[in-house]
């Protein structure tokens, strides 16, 4: 169910009533999904980095302040165009998260954009695919000889009992969809780069990133033609710092601490902190 349905729903339901008919929804469509198998296939994740830390790093403007050179070594996690960033040898991230395809774009420019990144990612990077994504990877023949496991995506969040197994919360934007991941890892500090959320800066501009948009093969993922109006953006934006904020509560009640390290976010309801200093100590 997105946004737009939800927001249109809460007016004449109750928040109860409308997190009931969600959660029927999800149960649905995962009673539907024919491919459960690669979801088991996640259990070998299971407290497999057990009070260790990580760092997720997205592709905020702010990422252009930070040397990443320093993360040489660090369980590093990534999202969608940093496979563009120069120094993604030395960062050589475990994991690389891809959203799922969306409108406006286009299926053939997404399965490009797929494409593009396996051939830049280190070979020892894993992706991680929405289930929905499945189907695109199948039918474009996409990372062939590298792992790839799936997640499903439209769950809420439960942080008592995350299982990446069942369904997950449907992300508004690439970093939330590592959250439940990592912690199912058993990470038990999580440092966020790049995490900026400032994306309201730009409205009806070109979206702002580390990177130059002419190297983004995407068509009109980051331009401007990529807005719709300023009440679906701003409701996009606010879900987004909805779902970072439930994280922020309820991975903090199960010993999960994540910092900020981005030196210029809107996340303000972190803990902030500095990479150097991280790593000094």
């Known amino acids: 169910m997105n946004a737009k ?6 007016r004449f339901l109750p928040p109860f009533l409308l ?12 009673f539907c999904f024919k491919h459960k198998h690669l979801l088991n296939s996640n259990n070998d994740l299971h407290n497999c980095a057990k009070g260790k830390r990580a760092f997720l790093i997205a592709t905020g403007p702010s990422l252009r302040l930070e040397n990443l050179k320093l993360l040489a070594g660090e369980d590093c996690f990534t999202v969608s165009n940093f496979y563009l960033h120069e120094d993604l040898h030395y960062v050589k991230p475990k994991m690389h998260f891809f959203a ?3 409108a406006p774009m286009i299926l053939e420019n997404y399965a490009d954009w797929l494409k593009q990144a396996d051939q830049k990612l280190p070979d020892t990077t894993e992706i991680i695919l929405g289930h929905s994504t499945y189907e695109i990877v199948k039918k474009f023949g996409l990372f062939s000889g590298r792992k790839v496991r799936y997640v499903f995506l439209g769950g809420s969040c439960d942080c008592s009992n995350i299982d990446i197994r069942y369904p997950i919360i449907s992300p508004q934007t690439g970093p939330i969809m590592a959250f439940p991941v990592l912690a199912y890892m058993g990470y038990s ?3 966020l780069l790049g995490c900026d959320q400032t994306v309201l800066r730009d409205y009806k501009k070109n979206i702002q990133n580390f990177y130059d948009n002419s190297k983004d093969i995407r068509i009109q993922a980051t331009t401007g033609e990529c807005w719709t109006d300023i009440i679906d953006s701003h409701l996009a934006s606010m879900n987004a710092c909805k779902q970072y904020k439930i994280f922020a509560d309820c991975l903090r009640l199960n010993g999960v601490k994540i910092i900020n ?6 996340l303000d309801f972190f803990e902030s902190g500095r990479l150097t200093r991280v790593l000094n100590n």
């Open 5 to 10: 349905i939800k927001y249109a729903l809460r």
């Open 19 to 30: 997190d009931f008919i969600e959660r029927l929804f999800v149960l649905y469509r995962f």
């Open 100 to 102: 799922p395809y969306h």
């Open 189 to 191: 500090e999580i440092y």
């Open 261 to 266: 390290l981005s030196q210029d976010s809107w």
